[in-house]
């Protein structure tokens, strides 16, 4: 049923775009962008959606949208792509970094805690690799302290924590939509808010014009309401169909990549050398970015370890992020995240094949040779 699944997908996608090309769907706001916004803001349970060029574009306009005071700092993890980062840079702000829990390699909420003083005015958090973070924990920070929160959900498509969906928790949540996501647009992203005020601050930021009727009635905004701030940063309504397409199928395609990623749980339960991480209490994985995420405690022989994976034929991915924390261009004070700075050598991502056809017997042989070589 899996294959049949996926070649359904792959069908849908070239109707869905031939669709939408000879319709002349091209560009501004048609039909099939509308109803993905709202579709993918109902599926989060969230009241708004408006999508983006990018996912970088709606962490962006989120930020935006909070209208912080000038040079406010931001907390947000290290361990993240640059585009979390990047935007907080770009209006100004600061960001301050965060260590990650050593186990669960989502943020570290004492670490977050410790880190929060007079100038902290926002946290961006990042649900790794599909993995939730600890959200009763942040929650409770951030409204014991008065901060805006931003979800990053890019890695997490349909993940859950306490049966609510990631990305419900936000006052503004972003998840990219970017061609190796669950929900793929080629590039794309999508930012979900119940805010109206931010909602309609994000059109200003990203979408001129798109939403003038409406912000005339704001006196606050109403000089933008013709032009924005001249930023147009809309996704491609053709980028939006093939994205329907894995949006309409994505609660299946999770449940596929859950039993896989169960069953990799078991076999690595018990190993010394290769750990999986711990999921947070009441989370259920989703997205699955990346890979699955293995921790490999050998470092005096890792290259031993990933020829015995490459001669069983699965293919494991370097740890992909920088030590943004150490980059002056992001940080020029003293920083160190001791769970940050020791993962980036031991974790790699193992690829999960499009068609889901993982080998198990060839996972098992693998863990075996490394039992015995390194035992």
């Known amino acids: 049923m899996k294959y049949f699944l996926v070649f359904k997908i792959l069908i849908l996608k070239m109707i869905y775009l031939n669709i939408s090309f000879l319709k002349r769907n091209i560009s501004g706001y048609p039909d099939i962008v509308k109803n993905f916004e709202k579709s993918f803001a109902r599926f989060i349970g969230k009241k708004n959606g408006l999508t983006f060029c990018n996912g970088t574009s709606s962490i962006e306009a989120a930020i935006y949208a909070l209208d912080l005071k000038p040079n406010s700092e931001i907390l947000i993890p290290s361990s993240t792509f640059h585009a979390s980062i990047g ?166 395609m999770n449940k596929y990549k859950q039993d896989i990623y169960e069953k990799i749980d078991h076999l690595l339960k018990n190993n010394q050398i290769i750990k999986t991480l711990k999921l947070n209490q009441n989370s259920i994985r989703g997205g699955f970015f990346g890979g699955y995420p293995l921790i490999i405690n050998e470092l005096n022989n890792i290259e031993k370890v990933k020829k015995i994976f490459k001669n069983n034929r699965l293919q494991l991915m370097d740890y992909p992020w920088l030590l943004h924390h150490k980059m002056p261009i992001y940080n020029t004070n003293e920083c160190q995240l001791s769970s940050t700075e020791n993962i980036a050598n031991k974790l790699f991502l193992l690829n999960i094949p499009q068609f889901l056809n993982f080998k198990f017997k060839n996972f098992e042989n693998c863990l075996k040779e490394i039992s015995l070589e390194f035992d």
């Not at 006052?171 to 930012?191: M, P, R, T, V, Y």
């Not at 005339?216 to 013709?226: G, H, I, N, P, V």
């Open 87 to 252: 935007p907080i840079i770009n209006l100004n702000f600061v960001p301050k970094f965060v260590d990650i829990d050593k186990e669960t390699l989502t943020i570290d909420c004492k670490d977050l805690e410790n880190k929060i003083n007079e100038n902290t005015k926002a946290l961006i958090i990042v649900h790794p690799w599909g993995y939730p973070c600890n959200m009763d924990k942040i929650l409770e920070i951030v409204q014991k302290y008065d901060l805006k929160l931003i979800e990053d959900c890019s890695h997490a498509h349909g993940a859950t924590y306490n049966q609510k969906k990631v990305g419900n928790f936000a006052d503004i949540s972003c998840f990219s939509l970017q061609g190796n996501k669950a929900i793929a647009a080629g590039e794309g992203g999508i930012a979900l808010t119940d805010n109206d005020m931010y909602f309609f601050k994000m059109s200003i930021y990203g979408h001129f014009n798109r939403h003038q009727k409406e912000i005339d009635q704001l006196k606050t905004l109403e000089k933008f309401s013709k032009t924005g701030i001249s930023k147009k940063l809309r996704a491609h309504p053709l980028g939006i169909s093939i994205a329907k397409v894995d949006f309409d199928n994505l609660l299946q």
